[in-house]
């Protein structure tokens, strides 16, 4: 089945069998390999990406439901010569060791931080008239599907936290 796929602001078509996940065709087809497959479960958040603005793990969707969207991977947030404020602030707070988890770190981070913009509250959520606050429990709730074994998450809340603070500049 062909899939129109609006990648990271370029046109594609990706050609594959129904089933392949839209992980898969990123990384096999499409040969964008930043979103990482960690356990292909829906359990690491290793592989998240954004489409259509909201976060989402490409583990667990299908390619071919994404015909017209947009899709924004690591790759399209910033590049080594101009890095996103969020891939920024992961640099210079040592937000991860061996890097595996990173991509969709900076992925479900960056999202994230536009979730709270809209006022959206979290399990944790103390008071639902407010805007959401950047303490570390609503941080550690709203990161929780993005798992770490290098255990670097007092460094990326330090970088989420640093990244909402220069967004308010
Ligand atoms: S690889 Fe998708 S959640 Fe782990
Ligand atoms: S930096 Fe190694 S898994 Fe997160």
Known sequence: MKTDLLINGNRRTLDADNRTSLL?????????TGAKKG??????GACTVLINGRRINACLTLACMHDGDEITTIEGLGSAEALSPMQRAFV?????????????????A?????????????????????????????I??????????????????????DAAWRDQE
């Open 92 to 108: 210079n707070h040592d937000g991860f060791q061996c890097g595996y988890c990173t991509p969709g770190q900076i992925c479900s």
């Open 24 to 32: 898969d065709a990123l990384r096999h087809h499409l040969g964008l």
């Open 140 to 161: 550690g709730e709203r990161m929780s599907g993005n798992l770490c074994r290098c255990a670097a998450y007092p460094n990326i809340v330090d970088a989420i936290r």
């Open 110 to 138: 960056t999202a994230m931080l536009e979730e709270i913009e809209a006022g959206w509250p979290s399990h944790v959520t103390a008071d639902m008239t407010a805007k959401p606050s950047l303490d570390e429990h609503e």
């Open 39 to 44: 356990c292909d479960h829906g359990q690491c």
